[in-house]
């Protein structure tokens, strides 16, 4: 994404390590602790790896990244050495069937416009294996935001679909919503989970 390109910089310094604001450490660090060890986790969207990556990292499981800014993924690299990343957008998910344990996507899918979330959800619940846990940050509101935010001088716009619609996008495609809460920053966590029959 050219945005994250141009504040890669800033969003390495604003978030350095797990002993900053700690967003979405918690809930990350959960969802990791309920796979079984060694698990497979597509990181969507991972950035620089920190501190997200290395939340599921730290407890025992392999990642492996994708983002679509070329600028994060060369931090991504530094941070986290030993882990595979790849460049590519979630709406046209490169990875094969069934091939990861869990998935976390953390600010992600409300930078896509709404088609592309749909597309997004169904490549997720097609890398995803039978009772495979998804967690994605977005609204709960229906259409776009109405004004641009500005992260470091640059404008990003944001999409999302009401609670209600994404338990039923998420089941269209295979997947079932089984929790949603805020954080104090009233950022939205959505999990969800494949259904084991994939269906």
């Keep these: 994404m050219r945005e994250y390109d141009l504040i ?71 941070n986290c050495p030993d882990t595979p990343a790849v460049r590519g957008a979630v709406h046209a998910c490169p990875f094969a069937a069934a091939a990861f344990e869990a998935a976390v996507a953390w600010g992600v899918l409300f930078h896509l416009d709404r088609d592309d979330q749909i597309k997004a959800i169904a490549h997720v619940g097609r890398v995803l294996k039978p009772g495979a846990p998804f967690l994605f940050t977005s609204g709960d509101v229906d259409g776009a935001v109405p004004k641009e935010d500005l992260m470091n001088g640059v404008a990003f716009r944001y999409w999302s679909f009401t609670k209600d619609a994404y338990r039923s996008i998420l089941a269209d495609h295979g997947l079932t919503l089984v929790g949603f809460h805020e954080d104090a920053g009233r950022n939205g966590y959505y999990l969800s989970t494949k259904r084991e029959n994939g269906k």
């Design 8 to 78: 890669a910089g800033w969003y390495a310094s604003e978030r350095v390590d797990e002993t900053g604001d700690g967003t979405g450490v918690p809930e990350v660090a959960a969802l990791a602790s309920s796979l079984a060890p060694g698990a497979l986790v597509l990181d969507i969207g991972c950035g620089n790896g920190v501190p997200l990556t290395r939340a599921v990292l730290r407890a025992g499981h392999r990642v492996i990244g994708l983002d679509s800014s070329g600028e994060m993924l060369a931090r991504f690299r530094r």
